[in-house]
C-alpha cells in the first residue's frame, strides 16, 4: 500500500515456472503511458539496488548489463522464491515501488546470501518477461534507459550511500528520494529519441563506462 494518497499506477503478481519463466497476472495498469509496465522493471532494480548488500549489488549490475549488451539471458529457476507482488506509485517524490518476494513455503531458509542471490536472479527473469513482451521501439527503450539507472547508481547513488548511516531513518529517506528522483527522470524522458538506436553514441559510451567501472560497495 502506497503512501497517503499517494496514485496506484500498477499493480501485478508474478509467478515463477519450474524454468525460471515468470507468469505476470496485472491486476491494475494506467493505460497511459504504455511503457509503465517496462518501467517498472526500471524502477524494481533501483530500488534493490539500495537494499542488496555486499557483493549483490556489483554482481546484479554485472548480470544486468550483459542482458542488456546481449540483448538477452538464460532464464534460470529460484527455488526459495516463488514469484513476488509488485505495486507503483506516484507520490510527491516521484514514482515509487513496493517489491515483496514470494517465499516458497517447502523451502526453508538457509541463509541470506542466498536468499539475495535469488533475488538477483528474479530481477533479471523479470528483465526478461519485460523484453519478450516489449514491441519495436520499446525493447530499445528498455535496454537503454535500464542500462542509464544502472550508470546513475554507479555515479550518483553510490556516493550517496557512501555518506549515509542506513540505521538513520533521516538519512535513509534521504537515500531513497534521492533514487526515486533518478528513476522518474527515466519515467518522464522515456519517450526521448536518443534509445531508438542501441547502436547510438551514447548508448554504446555508457555500456562501455558501466561495464568497467568497479568502484561498488563490498
Request: aromatic content about 10%.
Amino acid at each position: 500500500m502506497g503512501l497517503f494518497a499517494d496514485k496506484l499506477l500498477l499493480k501485478l503478481t508474478a509467478a515463477s515456472l519450474p524454468d525460471g519463466e515468470l507468469q505476470l497476472h496485472i491486476e491494475k495498469s494506467e493505460t497511459r503511458p504504455p511503457h509503465l509496465l517496462p518501467f517498472s522493471g526500471i524502477s524494481l532494480v533501483a530500488g534493490q539496488l539500495t537494499v542488496l548488500t555486499e557483493r549483490h549489488p556489483k554482481s546484479l549490475c554485472k548480470r544486468l548489463l550483459h542482458f542488456i549488451e546481449f540483448t538477452g539471458a538464460p532464464l534460470e529457476p529460484t527455488t526459495l522464491i516463488s514469484g513476488f507482488d509488485l505495486e507503483l506509485y506516484e507520490g510527491g517524490a516521484g514514482i515509487y515501488n513496493k517489491f515483496n518476494p514470494v517465499r516458497n513455503p517447502g523451502r526453508s531458509l538457509i541463509n541470506d546470501d542466498l536468499l539475495q542471490t535469488e533475488i538477483e536472479q528474479t530481477l533479471l527473469n523479470y528483465a526478461i518477461a519485460l523484453l519478450n513482451q516489449a514491441e519495436g521501439r520499446e525493447k530499445s527503450a528498455f535496454r537503454f534507459y535500464l542500462l542509464m539507472m544502472i550508470r546513475s547508481y554507479q555515479m550518483e547513488i553510490i556516493p550517496v550511500i557512501r555518506q549515509t548511516n542506513l540505521y538513520d531513518a533521516r538519512q535513509r529517506r534521504k537515500l531513497d528520494n534521492t533514487t526515486v528522483f533518478l528513476a522518474t527522470l527515466i519515467f518522464r524522458n522515456w519517450n526521448e529519441p536518443e534509445h531508438l538506436a542501441t547502436e547510438h553514441a551514447r548508448f554504446l559510451e555508457n555500456l562501455s563506462l558501466a561495464k568497467a567501472f568497479d568502484a561498488y560497495l563490498m
